[in-house]
């Protein structure tokens, strides 16, 4: 990562990976022009162009915009990469992730500078998110109004990827997001996930805040749409109950209990019922094949696949 210099060093970036998604982008900077800005923070927003095919750069390229934007570019598809180059190329003491079909609210911005700088011990915060469209399934949002404090492996899932912020401290500390998970990887999800466990890991705060706030314009509808997302989210849990046990890493295993228990109960609810547990038995199959994408990863990268903050 560059050293960032007094005189370049800005208070906020936001950081947005994209990937053939020339439309949703354009809404997200739409609504990112709406954000209410504090009296006199300093902030930036960097766009990375993830190797997309379609005419997400000269959209990019053409766009007029009062936005402070940068746009930078990661030649290898992949969502940890991508994040990874934006982080790189961040001056801002907060990073702000959000994905290119989302929509902040107004207030989105201002929200989370006021919660780090409510509680300067704050490391990790994500956020509120509310579905678009209220034809989309209603999935990948998280909706409770309740603060709460992070403090559990069983509890990470709370957090999710589209509305997380942190000190660029964290990364220093914790190292960036695994390029071995996540979209475009062969474990399809699961950096977020990842990303927050090890900041609980290094001991850091981590809290979710309802007042940030972002909508997901998913685009969901289909029963095809939501198996291929269930398969890829638990894909993505194997990968990551692999990693932590290959190496040995205790503190997953309440996550892994409490997935095994849930699912053991679903099968006997099954089975009592006289009906073929075929979704426990896809749990499990999908569950089984992240597992084994993640020992082929490691297998095939050495010890760098695990290398992030493991």
Known sequence: MGVVTTADALDVSVIVCTRNRRDALARLLEALEQLVVPAGLRWELIVVDNASTDDTASMLASRRTPLPMRVVREAIPGLSRARNTGIAAARGDLLLFTDDDCLPDARWLTSIHEEF????SLGVLGGRVELFDPRDRPTTTRTSR????ISAAVQVDRIIGCN???????VGTIGPFDIGLGGGTGAGAGEDVDFVYRSLRAGLQVEYSPDAL???NHGRRT????RALTRAYTVARGAIFCKYLMAGDRGMLPRIRQDVIYHARSFAVDVRAGRFPSRVLRHYYHLAAGATYWIRHR???GRRAGSAGV
């Open 117 to 120: 700088t409510r509680v300067p």
């Open 146 to 149: 309740e603060r709460s404090e």
């Open 164 to 170: 997380l912020s942190c000190r660029q401290s964290v």
């Open 214 to 216: 972002v909508y997901h």
């Open 223 to 226: 029963e095809a749409q939501m």
């Open 299 to 301: 297998l095939t990268h």
